[in-house]
Antibody, heavy 122, light 106 residues
Framework: EVQLVESGGGLVKPGESLRLSCTASGLSLMSASMSWVRQAPGEGLEWLGRIASRNNGGATEYAASVKGRFIISRDDSTDVLYLRINNLKIEDTAVYFC?????????????WGQGSLVVVSS | DIQMTQSPSSLAASVGDRVTITCRASQDISRYLNWYQQKPGKAPELLIYDTSNLQTGVPSRFSGAGSGTDFTLAISSLQPEDFATYHCQQSHTLYSFGQGTKLEIK
């Protein structure tokens, strides 16, 4: 069974940086396409970006709204996915989820982590 | 970017009702459309993938249909555990989600 567990969230000040982690079990991250999705309080889901599997080149892609501030990376040796957020803004306050389409031919996300809450406030 | 628009944003219904939620894409996405169910404080869970395929374990009262730009999620006879928020997601060109539909008890 694949499980994803996020960590690293908390209270941060505007302008600071933060790195979230997503630890995978039952899944080799190098063989999976991994995504980050966030949900602001009372809002819908927003896809942030993904890192392709190593077999597919390992490229990263980002939503236009976060390109340049958000960086996705992974450590294949420890099966940990990262999301670094630079220059945090109030509007980055959200629950951040990691998820995966694994090896599937179409992009359905399953499973999801439980989420990590980031609150940006001065 | 492909924009996804769900309607309605919220819906009140009773146990036993049949409900339909609509999702519209800003351009043709073929059948690359997935639906998720999310309960308060929990992560979303995959419900239907590629327009009409039920994820393992999902009851048959759920169904999905559509192609191109217009898609629907139907629940044939609402059960108490179905009251939740539903999200559509396209996977034709990268990914994007609709804004969600909150299904509430009338």
């Amino acid at each position: 069974e694949v499980q994803l567990v996020e960590s690293g969230g908390g209270l941060v000040k505007p302008g600071e940086s933060l790195r979230l982690s997503c630890t995978a079990s039952g899944l080799s991250l190098m063989s999976a396409s991994m995504s980050w999705v966030r949900q602001a309080p009372g809002e819908g889901l927003e896809w942030l970006g993904r890192i392709a599997s190593r077999n597919n080149g390992g490229a990263t892609e980002y939503a236009a709204s976060v390109k340049g501030r958000f960086i996705i990376s992974r450590d294949d040796s420890t099966d940990v996915l990262y999301l670094r957020i630079n220059n945090l803004k109030i509007e980055d306050t959200a629950v951040y989820f990691c998820t995966t389409r694994q090896w599937r031919p179409t992009g359905r996300f399953e499973p999801w982590g439980q989420g990590s809450l980031v609150v940006v406030s001065s | 970017d492909i924009q996804m628009t769900q309607s309605p944003s919220s819906l009140a219904a009773s146990v036993g009702d049949r409900v339909t939620i609509t999702c519209r894409a800003s351009q043709d996405i073929s059948r690359y459309l997935n639906w998720y169910q999310q309960k308060p404080g929990k992560a979303p869970e995959l419900l239907i993938y590629d327009t009409s395929n039920l994820q393992t374990g999902v009851p048959s009262r759920f169904s999905g249909a559509g192609s191109g730009t217009d898609f629907t999620l139907a629940i044939s006879s609402l059960q108490p555990e179905d009251f939740a928020t539903y999200h559509c997601q396209q996977s034709h060109t990268l990914y994007s989600f609709g804004q969600g539909t909150k299904l509430e008890i009338k």
